[in-house]
T-cell receptor
Framework: QKEVEQNSGPLSVPEGAIASLNCTYS??????FFWYRQYSGKSPELIMS????GDKEDGRFTAQLNKASQYVSLLIRDSQPSDSATYLC??????????FGKGTRLHILP | EAGVTQFPSHSVIEKGQTVTLRCDPI?????LYWYRRVMGKEIKFLLH????????ESGMPNNRFLAERTGGTYSTLKVQPAELEDSGVYFC??????????????FGPGTRLTVL
């Protein structure tokens, strides 16, 4: 089982709709979770971090964490074409290393 | 404030040659990380510097890879001799404090290495 799993996509979402990105992780003791956005040919950029069960909102972005299910998600409301990118889920492992998923390609349809 | 910079942006070399990648972190960031993404795979941790000291180099693939951080400023990652499987994008990141709860890692643009 991979440590951090994401659906590679592409995930196509109409402009203005909600994009839902999902991630599961294998290490039950993980405590810190991150979502990075990476535009093609660019570097990953941190957009959300979450450490406690529940929802965390920042503008159009909401991160959701369920430690019992080992599941973290990112919702993007009112999706814009500029949201089209690869979204990387990352988890801090028990030995303090950051583990990335392969990423989900998101395509917002104008 | 300048971000993390990396040089070169692309490098194409032949198997057996040597390549040196450079990373300049954000000024004042003590923590510097190297990562690698091989095509089709996830980004993988290589090593972590705190100032000039190697805090964790458990992700380095083998002894063909040598990382240094002179004076706790910029860092170099040398691959000698390069092999085909070393091809990928090498990212550098820096943070003010160690990762985890308190700090953000800022990534550089990456160096795309192709070994022929």
């Amino acid at each position: 089982q991979k440590e951090v799993e994401q659906n590679s996509g592409p995930l196509s979402v109409p402009e203005g709709a909600i994009a839902s990105l999902n991630c599961t992780y294998s290490d039950r003791v993980s405590q810190s979770f991150f979502w990075y956005r990476q535009y093609s040919g660019k570097s990953p950029e941190l957009i959300m971090s979450i450490y406690s069960n529940g929802d965390k909102e920042d503008g159009r972005f909401t991160a959701q964490l369920n430690k019992a299910s080992q599941y973290v998600s990112l919702l993007i409301r009112d999706s814009q074409p500029s949201d089209s990118a690869t979204y990387l889920c990352a988890v801090i492992s028990r030995d303090d290393k950051i583990i990335f998923g392969k990423g989900t390609r998101l395509h917002i349809l104008p | 404030e300048a971000g993390v910079t990396q040089f070169p942006s692309h490098s194409v070399i032949e198997k057996g040659q040597t390549v040196t990648l450079r990373c300049d972190p954000i000024s004042g960031h003590d923590n510097l990380y190297w990562y690698r993404r091989v095509m089709g795979k996830e980004i993988k941790f290589l090593l972590h510097f705190v100032k000039e000291s190697k805090q964790d180099e458990s992700g380095m693939p083998n002894n063909r890879f040598l990382a240094e951080r002179t004076g706790g400023t910029y860092s170099t990652l040398k691959v000698q001799p390069a092999e085909l499987e070393d091809s990928g994008v090498y990212f550098c990141a820096s943070s003010l404090n160690q990762w985890g709860i308190t700090d953000t890692q800022y990534f550089g643009p990456g160096t795309r290495l192709t070994v022929l």
